[in-house]
């Protein structure tokens, strides 16, 4: 199948440019309107090895995802997803292109335990909040609204070596929620996990933005079955964007592509 001749409806116009009218300027140089919390132009990303040659990672990706909504990045492992995702985050700096992401924003890896440093719930949730100029008061205001925004308000001094893998993982979304910050990027969170921590997390990222318009999430996956959950989502193959659109436009192409597959293989 030629994936480039595939046409379906989805949010932007073509994969390099977005169908938003254009009304802020970030400090990079990319021109973003105020609907959007994230968008990356004509992106590429190379390492050196050890010849000395270029190796591609990414090749001429663009996305443009609007404030408020939930949306998933898919593909098969080894595509770019998670290299696309840390240069949204700052991460990594792209070989070519220019990238706009609302601030503040914020990174949560794959494995909780990298992220959850705080013996108690309540004081992990609150160690970002340090670097803030907050009474005691305004700290707690926040821990305890992050914690309701992910469901776990009940657990806020319970010991974290006592949490579940999805429970660790709702309290480093807490913990950013806490921050404030404009855009969670979430590099596959649900791989460690059971069915029912998966399900958890996936609807505690979904209930925070219901709760505030202000928050955007791009969520790293290679579960198709999360997408149900997701307001768009983005397809890459070989370090490319090969499609933007809605879940349903997603899930057609992907079943498609498989249905394909299989008659080539049962021919």
């Not at 192409?253 to 008659?263: D, Q, V, W």
Request: net charge neutral.
């Amino acid at each position: 199948m030629n994936i480039g001749a595939v046409t379906l409806p989805s949010i932007c116009s073509h994969t390099s440019h977005c169908a938003f009218p254009v009304r802020a300027t970030a400090s990079n140089g990319v021109t973003s309107p105020p609907n959007l919390a994230i968008e990356g132009k004509n992106l590429s990303y190379a390492i050196t090895a050890r010849n000395g040659k270029l190796v591609p990672i990414l090749n001429d990706c663009s996305l443009c995802i609007p404030s408020g909504q939930l949306w998933m990045l898919l593909g098969p492992n080894g595509c770019g997803k998670s290299t696309l995702l840390k240069i949204l985050a700052g991460l990594l700096n792209p070989t070519h292109g220019a990238v706009y992401v609302k601030r503040p924003r914020s990174f949560v890896f794959q494995n909780p335990d990298h992220q959850v440093v705080m013996p108690t719930v309540e004081g992990d949730v609150a160690f970002g909040l340090g670097k803030f100029n907050l009474t005691q008061n305004e700290v707690r205001s926040r821990v305890a609204k992050a914690l309701h925004a992910v469901g776990m308000s009940d657990y806020l001094q319970r010991p974290v070596q006592t949490l579940s893998g999805g429970q660790k993982q709702r309290v480093a979304i807490a913990g950013a929620l806490a921050e404030s910050c404009k855009v969670l990027l979430l590099d596959e969170l649900t791989t460690f996990l059971d069915e029912s921590d998966q399900i958890g997390v996936i609807k505690a990222v979904k209930n925070s933005l219901d709760g505030s318009e202000e928050v955007t999430a791009l969520w790293v996956t290679h579960r198709l079955e999360e997408l149900e959950y997701a307001d768009g989502a983005i397809y890459m193959e070989n370090g490319k964007v090969v499609m933007h659109g809605t879940p349903s436009n997603i899930m057609g192409f992907l079943k498609e592509r498989i249905s394909s597959y299989t008659n080539r293989i049962n021919s």
